[in-house]
């Protein structure tokens, strides 16, 4: 074990922040540990917008479906996949293609875990915010993203104001298989049913009843934002 490690383990998303600011050296800090992250052919096809202006952070926390935390974190980051810098550089370049949006959301996220980890390596912490692609097109004008460039989260950081339990996760052997695909074993999940139901009923808010199995049933078996492919297609993206 080491703190790297250490911190990892102890992560868990933080949605309420003192008013505390980051300093200045410290969001650098951030944020240089943020872009060091890897980087698929080393195309570099993230853009992170630092929304400071209230009225634009109230908008964004209200697109989110009314996430408060959008509006009062000391730090707003909106993570874009954005082919537009290599459009200006050679117009002969296609963005077009699905494999280079799905290689832009992996590096978004990639990068965007190495800015959350960083922060919380400074005893910052943070949460991510996908409920900005319930209203892309709004955020797009909002932001004034260009074409090739689209929307794909925002990340609130600041100063916990709250100590959330820790979230348990599903168990190494669901998620890790050796060579060939398991299929999944009902009793694993059993087991894993009854612990996140402990945790439901007992976290220190927002308790409720049921179990992961209950979560994903509800999550999955509705429509998921069925407008994405069309608002990807409407910047140019995935459209081959
Ligand atoms: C890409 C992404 C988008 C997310 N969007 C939201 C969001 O809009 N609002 C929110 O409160 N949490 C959001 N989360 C946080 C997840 O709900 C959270 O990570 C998950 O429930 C596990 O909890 P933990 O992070 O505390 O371990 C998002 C997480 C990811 C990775």
Known sequence: MNTVIETMLSHRSIRKFTQQAISFEQL????????S???SS?????SIIRVTDPQKRK?????AGGQQYV????EFLVFCIDYQRHFQLSPEVKPEFTELTLIGAID???MAQNTLLAAESLGLGGVYIGGLRNAPKEVDELLGLPKYCAVMFGMCLGHPDQDPQIKPRL??????HQDSYQPLSEQDIAEYDAETSHYYQTRG???KTGSWSDHIHGRLSKESRPYIRDYLNSKGLATK
């Open 205 to 207: 808010s927002n308790q």
């Open 71 to 74: 509006e009062t974190a000391a």
């Open 171 to 176: 168990p190494q052997k669901v998620m890790v």
């Open 108 to 110: 978004a996220g990639i």
């Open 59 to 63: 908008a964004l926390a209200e697109f």
């Open 28 to 35: 650098d800090t951030i944020l240089s540990a943020g872009i």
């Open 42 to 46: 080393f195309l570099q096809t993230t």
């Open 37 to 39: 992250a890897s980087s």
